[in-house]
Nanobody, 119 residues
Framework: QVQLVESGGGLVQPGGSLRLSCAAS????????MTWYRQAPGKERELVAT????????NTADSVKGRFTISRDNVKNTVYLQMNSLKHEDTAVYYC????????????WGQGTQVTVSS
């Protein structure tokens, strides 16, 4: 069955780094645009970064630009989010999302991983 399993979250001090991973199975990973979202307590879910099927194109939200980098490995069926220079406001549950490159509406979500930035 389809699975997206996030890992790598945790507690980190301001200025620190974390790398999130999202391992995919049960579908043709290379045909899906991958996106990281996050949701902080009391706030709406927001897009963090997205990457094309080949990895050749990426986009990141202004709030994380220059600090976060999205990448993917189509052999390992995994998407990553490297997060550097973390700030308190990066605290959220981070979710990965897979959206088919052609078939609109075919999307999958992971269960989320908690990232807490605190001293």
């Amino acid at each position: 069955q389809v699975q997206l399993v996030e890992s790598g979250g945790g507690l980190v001090q301001p200025g620190g780094s974390l790398r999130l991973s999202c391992a995919a199975s049960g579908f043709t990973f290379s045909r899906y645009i991958m996106t990281w979202y996050r949701q902080a307590p009391g706030k709406e879910r927001e897009l963090v970064a997205t990457i094309s099927t080949t990895g050749g194109n990426t986009n990141t939200a202004d709030s994380v630009k220059g600090r976060f980098t999205i990448s993917r490995d189509n052999v390992k069926n995994t998407v990553y989010l490297q997060m550097n220079s973390l700030k308190h406001e990066d605290t959220a549950v981070y979710y990965c999302n897979a959206a088919h490159e052609v078939l609109e509406g075919v999307k999958y979500w992971g269960q989320g991983t908690q990232v807490t930035v605190s001293s």
